[in-house]
């Protein structure tokens, strides 16, 4: 049974440093439930000194550990046995997901908790599988290209997937031989520290990998400013991503990877084939996690000669959708994460409304869930390009529909003046979907489906305000190496 009592659940200390949990004496923050709106704890931020605790100890750690300088597969160990450890410890883990994040119990541990672990694995083999280079120099010298770890990373991530985000960073970076200072989201902080207590377990030596609670103003800025963390990845909204690359700018020149936010198309074509399978997976698009994903494809660009057919089906399955606390092993339907996103969604709703957007399914909260922020699949047609529900990145289940009649006029609409994240393109024309793929600026386009696999291979990483750098692949791993040139003569 994976139903739980979300009472009895008890809570790691707020942050972990050195392999140490400490709570902090800093500014109280309160991390309530999604599902019904009720306070789990007092979250103790992380101040300015604390971060330069937790950075100093992971330098220190990093390089007296010989975490950096050891043999790689040995680092690939460690991983793996880190990996196997997330997913035997099933129940503790998914509970603490469960209880404050948005996650579903039945997701986290079918999904979530699987994916997270492999994603660790994967970046294991990673460890000695990718190397430098030797370069075409004169016969009388020899060229090389030789990879290095930075040293300290630093590494934010959301609250709406926080184990998987934690594997993306943290998996590359210690398997290229970094120390990771993470700071999770305050409103999910729980899960990250078992995490890191289990790497501990695995073999990770002590202050490798650190944790610290808090708010990007105070704990998030402190991170990323502090001179020795020498990279910062980083996965949120695009206005947070552009101050996160201004401080670095500013603190060292450091790089950083940003995947940032994303108002992505799914593209559907009158020979997509069976209307009620493309509905599905356009509806699978824009309500996983509550349509709370960067990559969540909330624009439908549907051709004439099935838009009728289509939006009929997805009208109905809208319909079928029931709210239910993430507790519990029936609910499949995630919650807002708090009060002020289901605010957001409520305000865009109304704008959309304003500006002739006509609601034919949802539109607000589900009945009956007392101070839950369920927020019902909603479908808005009758809008144009310029349209705040169209413009605007909602983190929401909230889909805008707008008809084209030809290939041209689809792909004009497809693109965004802002973001480049990901699309999706359905039809059953090769041609027409390859030139649609070239067609549409974004990171990632799926065509016939929309969503990520467990293909760890392929990275993820947007176009424009959707972000810089990759997460996931070969790509992530190589960012988190700077590579030396180094020419001998001889």
Known sequence: MLSFDPDKVTLPAGHYVNGKHLRGQGNALLVKRPSDGQPVADLYEADAQLVDEAVTLADRAVKQSGWASCPPRERGAVLRRWADLIAADTDTLARLEALSSTRPIHDVIHHELPFTAEAIRFYAECADKYSGDLLPTRAASLGMLVPEPYGVIGAITPWNFPMSMASWKCGPALAAGNAVVLKPSELTPFSTVRMAELAIQAGLPAGVLNIVQ??????????????????????????????????????????????????????????????????????????????????????????????????????????????????DE??????????????????????????GGEILVGGERFADTGDGYFWQPTLIAGVSSDNPAVQEEIFGPVLTVQIFDDEEQGLALASHATYGLCAGVHTRSLDRALRAMRGIAAGTVWINRYGRSGDFIIPTGGFHGSGIGKDLGRQAFEACQRYKSVLIDF
């Open 330 to 355: 029936n609910s499949r339907y995630a919650p807002m994460i708090d009060a002020r996103q289901a605010a957001k969604v409520q305000q865009i709703i109304v704008a959309a409304q304003q500006q």
């Open 214 to 327: 808090g708010g990007g103003a105070v704990t998030g800025s402190a991170l990323v400013a502090h001179p020795l963390v020498r990279k910062v990845s980083f996965t949120g909204s695009t206005q947070t991503g552009a101050r996160i690359m201004s401080d670095a700018a500013f603190n060292g020149m450091k790089p950083v990877t940003l995947e940032l936010g994303g108002k992505s198309p799914q593209l559907v074509f009158d020979d997509a084939g069976d209307p009620a399978d493309v509905a599905g997976r356009i509806l699978r698009g824009f309500t996983a996690n509550g349509g709370q994903a960067c990559v969540a494809g909330t624009r439908l660009l549907v051709q004439r000669g099935i838009a009728q057919a289509l939006i009929e089906k997805l009208v109905l399955l809208c319909q079928g959708f029931r709210a239910g606390v993430t507790w």
